[in-house]
């Protein structure tokens, strides 16, 4: 017990939260359940965040051109990674050449989680000036989270089930609707491939807010995880630990 105190002791001093701190003082057998989760929560972030700052820099691929285009043997080494598109102008972007064809679209923006490594190509069809980059999902993300638009997140610590408030405005957007789909995005248990664990899928238009609880729930033997968010650009949105 006294190990497992200094331990918690250690780990304590990495995290800044007055709160967390007073939890893992002497008496925090005590504590009380949503004490104890909230400081679960600062220091699975602290941890989030020195894995961050001692990783090497990722590379990244960035593509840039106008109108409709062929891009030939592009070459992505890391999996999984985030494919950010910006645009002016319907755009689809088609990935060819893997083990399957993955198409993204975008009016103006678009984040999406992408899992295959290899030489592709790449189908662009645009009105107008584009975008394309892809880089590595990275160590140093944390809840809560919070942005406008399509989002994915970096990987962040999940060391036991936790319920999260996923809350949503599309006031700001200009399309008529949207869907909001959140996933979880993690490795199977038993093989290596990558599964996007959806959250919601709610059909939202002008004015309508949205709020619900759901449960993010580990995997065994995986320590990496983020969440996708796919929306209009222009929806705000968040992502709460309850409590």
């Known amino acids: 017990m006294k190990k497992l105190l200094a331990l918690c002791l250690a780990l304590l001093s990495l995290v800044s939260a007055a709160a967390s701190a007073e939890v893992l003082a002497d008496g925090w057998q005590d504590a009380g359940l949503e004490a104890l989760q909230q400081a679960q929560q600062d220091i699975a972030n602290r ?69 295959q490594t290899g030489a592709f190509d790449l189908l662009i069809e645009s009105t107008g000036p584009w975008a394309v980059t892809v880089e ?48 979880l995005c993690h490795q199977y248990e038993n093989i290596e491939s990558w599964q996007q664990e959806s959250l919601t899928n709610e059909l939202l238009s002008g004015g309508d807010t949205f709020s619900a609880d759901v449960i993010l729930q580990p995997v065994d033997g995986r320590t990496q995880y983020c969440l996708s968010v796919k929306c209009e650009p222009g929806v705000a949105w968040s992502i709460t630990p309850k409590g």
């Open 47 to 115: 941890i989030s965040e020195l894995r961050a700052a001692s990783a090497p820099a990722a590379d990244r691929v960035e593509l840039s051109g106008s109108g409709t285009s062929i891009l030939t043997d592009v070459a992505i080494d890391f999996s999984p990674a985030r494919v950010i598109i910006e645009c002016e102008g319907e755009t689809s972007v088609a990935f060819t050449g893997g083990d399957y064809d993955y198409t993204f679209s975008a009016s103006s923006y678009e984040q999406a989680f992408f899992d």
């Open 136 to 183: 590595p999902i990275a160590d140093g993300g944390a809840l809560p989270m919070e942005g406008v638009g399509p989002f994915v997140s970096d990987f962040f610590e999940l060391p036991a089930p936790m319920i999260v408030t996923i809350s949503s405005d599309v006031e700001g957007m200009d399309a008529l609707l949207t869907n909001l789909i959140v996933a």
